[in-house]
């Protein structure tokens, strides 16, 4: 937009900007299509935050149609107003307008899958019940037709007390244009009748509400009736007075007797369901598409596993190989940067912060971006495409013989890229201490920062032997996975046998058909994450790289710079030409070193150095392990740092430098069990902040995740102890 | 009650049944039943994961696993094969 015409903008729009006018809420099955579409309807304009003092994301979205701005809330999916989950009760909160600092709905958008009527009906029953104004989008319509799924959109409307049903194809984007004015006109749309699924507890309500202080909705009603006077429903009770309060027992008494609450009203409201479809469904006998003959092949017990497995190798695979060249490119982009800036500025305080600093430490953690994107290019596609249940499915059995559930295992594979979202996707596990081991596996997963650790070290130590399809780096890279889910496992079967010894926790998982990703929502989710991985590198990794800079540069010896002065001119004397050129390097690289094992992070490498030296590591290892302890991914930029400003300055990219590191007496530091040892070091150990911040917030202690980081650092040190001791013996 | 024993656990792959009780004391089996399996539902049995456990059924249209010792509560009249 160009400036004169941003002028034109009249106040009063620009206040609508920052404000919407309406609020609606996005309320769906989980695996509804509910968040596809989210994304569909507000594509970037959307923001991520949380509710407050839960770890439940909150994603408020913006949708213009002409002058209208809509708030869209996309909540956590639900199966019904009745909340278990954590998820479920703040779905259920902002959509009775309870929720702290959020706004009280003008409107449902009700996110009902064709393929799915059966329970996604029974949702959308009860909230006609909340007396706003709901729109209905029925989702993958495509994939209904492909089943022989025909439905009469018309019935299904009147059923429904009138609402209106808009057919969407995300994948197309048929049905969107008409389905975003309808929801940015939300408020002229009627509010439906209601449907009277369950005459007695329509008249259980009405009994309730004689003599009430103030108003009531119906839907709180029926959640006071069905689930009693529990928590949430504290505020319903306040409003109903104490009179009223005290008819409730009796009235749930009459009206429930023995049976369940929870159990009846399943059972007289999916028999509506099951009249309704009756009357708007038809099936015409099933087409099998190659959607049922992949998804019939993996579900058989012993493919699936097997598929299980090879797809996880090929993720692996490729975020090794597929990334390689990309790479390559940042760091001869990044060393070549470097080294002009040194020739253009000359040598001095600013120059080395710039080019030995910034660029060789946030460079150094950049050029993994490739990678990252790739692994969560996979973990995308592979939960969009409803895969990530059926991994769950297909584990539980051996998740239980670790104490654990299948829920376990989208924790911990969402782990592998990062444990933060990991950790915090363990709220759909209802089992307090099967959680609680779920987030000490986690952390032990390979995450997306371990990765730069390990493939710089493979890279640079490890032979690209072929075996079989792979070479021997992926395959080191396979067995570092591995070692990490082991371990995971290990800690969780060993918390559940001891501190956290409990019944047996429970297991129901909906098994979503497999479909295809829709390539514009993986993007979005893509560019999320990209995002939020250059903030870290532009922000926590930049600032740890300048201190990192700045401990190895000060302080100053006033020695040195006349030491070398004197050595050159002694060199002057007897030598000449590219003799001499050589020996005027080897001079500034010794007095480099010197500089940098003299400097504050050289001490304190130096002063660890007994602590690590059973592992093979030598101060500047030590030194880097130490700086690393806020965030793993720091350790290459440390690393960067060091052997940038140290006495192999002239072998190039890091990891020749590296390979020539030696100890005082000529021996390689780098050496295979040293390396070994070095990737068990990190394959354990909790250095990331940002883990332990989110492990205290989902705990809500401070033992677990003081525990979980002293656990974790003792089992890499004496994995590295053993690996260098035995390898060097 | 003349079900005879039967239980979704008990049903073999590619067989259906409709379920004609369900034992809801458990609280675990009432969250079930919030996902619709309930009386009246007809449910096909369609894989196991390996050991046949937990299995997957499919009810109206959706995929749903349990485990066995939660489908033993779902007692059903099984419907003979071929529809």
């Not at chain 1, 990530?388 to 782990?415: C, E, H, K, N, T």
């Not at chain 1, 059973?614 to 392990?625: E, F, H, I, N, T």
């Amino acid at each position: 937009m160009t400036k004169s015409a941003e002028i034109r903008i009249p106040p009063n729009e620009i206040t609508l900007s920052r404000r919407a006018d309406v609020s609606v809420v996005v309320v769906g099955n989980p695996n509804s299509g509910k968040s596809t579409l989210f994304n569909r309807l507000t594509g970037l304009k959307q923001r991520i935050g949380n509710y407050p003092g839960v770890t439940v994301e909150r994603h408020i979205g913006t949708l213009r149609v002409d002058d209208k701005v809509t708030e869209l809330v996309d909540l956590p999916g639900t199966h019904s107003l009745s909340a278990h989950s954590l998820e479920e009760h703040i779905a259920v909160d902002v959509i009775f307008g309870r929720m702290p600092g959020t706004r009280e709905p003008d409107g449902v958008l009700a996110v009902l899958d064709a393929t799915n009527l059966y329970q996604g009906l029974f949702l959308v029953q009860q909230l006609i019940d909340l007396e706003l104004p709901v729109v209905v989008a029925l989702t993958m319509t495509d994939a209904a037709e492909e089943n022989g799924i025909g439905i009469d959109f018309e019935t299904l409307s009147r059923t429904l007390g009138g609402v209106p049903i808009y057919p969407v194809v995300a994948t197309t984007g048929a049905g969107l244009d008409k389905l975003r004015h309808a929801i940015a006109d939300i408020r002229s749309v009627p509010v439906p009748d209601r449907i009277v699924v369950w005459p007695e507890l329509t008249d259980a309500a009405a009994q309730l509400t004689e003599g009430a202080n103030e108003p009531i909705r119906f839907a709180e009603l029926e959640r006071l009736l069905i689930d009693g006077p529990i928590d949430a429903n504290q505020a319903i009770l306040a409003k109903l007075g104490d009179a009223a309060s005290e008819r409730l027992e009796p009235i749930r008494d009459e009206l429930f007797g023995l049976e369940p609450p929870i159990a009846r009203d399943a059972r007289i409201r999916y028999a509506w369901v099951r009249d309704v479809l009756a009357t708007v469904q038809r099936s015409a006998p099933r087409f099998y598409s190659w959607r049922h003959r992949v998804t019939g092949f993996l579900n058989r017990p012993v493919p699936g596993t097997v598929g299980l497995f090879i797809v996880m190798a090929i993720v692996f695979q490729a975020v090794f190989a597929w990334a390689t060249p990309i790479m390559d490119l940042i760091d001869t982009a990044t060393a070549s940067l470097g080294a002009s800036i040194i020739e253009s500025f000359g040598e001095g305080a600013m120059s080395s912060l710039i080019a030995d600093g910034i660029i060789a430490g946030v460079g150094s953690v950049v050029i993994f971006l490739p990678q990252i994107l790739i692994l969560f290019l996979f973990i995308i596609l592979l939960e969009d495409s409803g895969y990530l249940a059926r991994a769950a499915y297909l584990m539980d059995r051996a998740m239980r013989s670790v104490g654990l559930s299948g829920q376990s295992i989208i924790p911990m594979i969402s782990s592998f890229a990062c444990a933060v979202p990991g950790i915090m996707a363990t709220r759909v596990i209802p089992n307090r201490r099967d959680r609680i081991a779920t987030i000490l596996a986690a952390p032990f997963m390979t995450c997306s920062a371990r990765l730069p650790v390990y493939a710089l070290l493979i890279a640079a130590f490890v032979p690209a032997n072929k075996v079989g399809f792979m070479n021997l780096q992926g395959l080191v890279l396979f067995g570092l996975y591995l070692f990490g889910i082991v371990a995971g496992i290990l800690t969780a079967l060993l918390m559940r046998k001891t501190a956290l010894r409990g019944p047996k926790p429970p297991f129901a998982l909906m098994l979503p058909e497999f479909r295809r990703p829709n390539l514009q929502t993986v993007f979005i989710q893509l560019l999320g994450r990209a995002k939020v991985f250059l903030y870290r590198a532009g922000t926590v990794i930049f600032a740890v790289a300048v201190i990192v800079w700045a401990l190895a540069y000060y302080p100053r010896s006033d020695e040195i710079g006349p030491e070398v002065e004197r050595q050159k001119t002694q060199a002057a004397y007897s030598l000449s030409g590219e003799a001499l050129d050589d020996a005027y390097q080897r001079i500034e690289n010794l007095a480099a070193a010197a500089q940098m094992e003299q400097s504050w992070l050289g001490r304190a490498g130096h002063f660890v150095e007994p602590v690590f030296a059973p592992l093979g590591w030598d101060w500047r290892v030590s030194s880097a392990v130490i700086a690393g302890f806020p965030a793993r991914e720091v350790v290459i930029a440390v690393l960067g740092t060091v052997y940038a400003v140290g006495d192999d300055a002239d072998e190039g990219t890091l990891s020749g430098r590296l390979k020539a590191s030696a100890w005082p007496d000529g021996r390689r530091v780098f050496t295979l069990p040293m390396v070994i040892g070095l990737l068990i070091f990190y394959a354990c150990c909790l250095q990331c902040a940002a883990t332990l911040a989110v492990i205290r917030r989902e705990t809500n202690t401070w033992r677990w995740p003081v525990f979980a980081w002293a656990y974790m650092t003792a089992i890499g040190y004496l994995g590295a102890l053993l690996a260098f001791q035995l390898g060097s013996a | 009650m003349a079900i005879n024993g039967n239980t979704l656990a008990s049903l073999k792959r590619g067989q259906k049944g409709i379920i004609k009780f369900v034992d809801a004391v458990d609280p675990q089996v009432q969250r079930l039943m919030v996902l619709g399996l309930v009386e009246g539902a007809e449910v096909e049995h369609r894989s196991s994961a390996i050991g046949g456990d937990p299995m997957e059924f499919r009810l109206f249209g959706c995929g749903i696993s349990l485990r066995q010792e939660h489908a033993r509560h779902f007692h059903i009249l099984p419907v003979a094969a071929g529809d």
